[in-house]
């Protein structure tokens, strides 16, 4: 069983950058699809990005598409989201999601991941 533990969020200024970071426990990272997903109060958890476990296919949702980028280092067992042109629509908890797959598909449904880390806040003020 994978641990995820989410570093990197806070409060940053309309128009600053953030970058998240994702350690995973399990030696077997190059196993995993991974996602970043946040949830504003009062919605939905969305995918924002999600790489498959060579980090060579990567999936954006429209509204962060040409502003976040997804990468993954897996000598390091880490999945990075940098986020650049923060809005205040961006603000939320950003959660990293791990999922077992042999495919060279990544997953942007979270239903798709069994692995959850605890959450990061990324607040952008309006």
């Known amino acids: 069983q994978v641990q995820l533990v989410e570093s990197g969020g806070g409060l940053v200024q309309a128009g600053g950058s953030l970058r998240l970071s994702c350690a995973a426990s399990?030696?077997?990272?190059?196993?995993?699809?991974m996602g970043w997903f946040r949830q504003a109060p009062g919605k939905e958890r969305e995918c924002v990005a999600a790489?498959?476990?060579?980090?060579?296919?990567?999936y954006y949702a429209d509204s962060v598409k040409g502003r976040f980028t997804i990468s993954r280092d897996n000598a390091k067992n880490t999945v990075y989201l940098q986020m650049n042109s923060l809005k205040p629509e961006d603000t939320g908890v950003y959660y990293c999601?791990?999922?077992?797959?042999?495919?060279?598909?990544?997953?942007?449904?979270?239903?798709?991941?069994?692995?959850w880390g605890q959450g990061t806040q990324v607040t952008v003020p309006s």
């Open positions: 790489i498959n476990r060579r980090g060579t296919n990567t």
């Open positions: 399990d030696g077997a990272f190059s196993t995993y699809a």
């Open positions: 999601a791990a999922v077992s797959t042999y495919s060279g598909n990544y997953y942007a449904i979270a239903s798709d991941y069994n692995y």
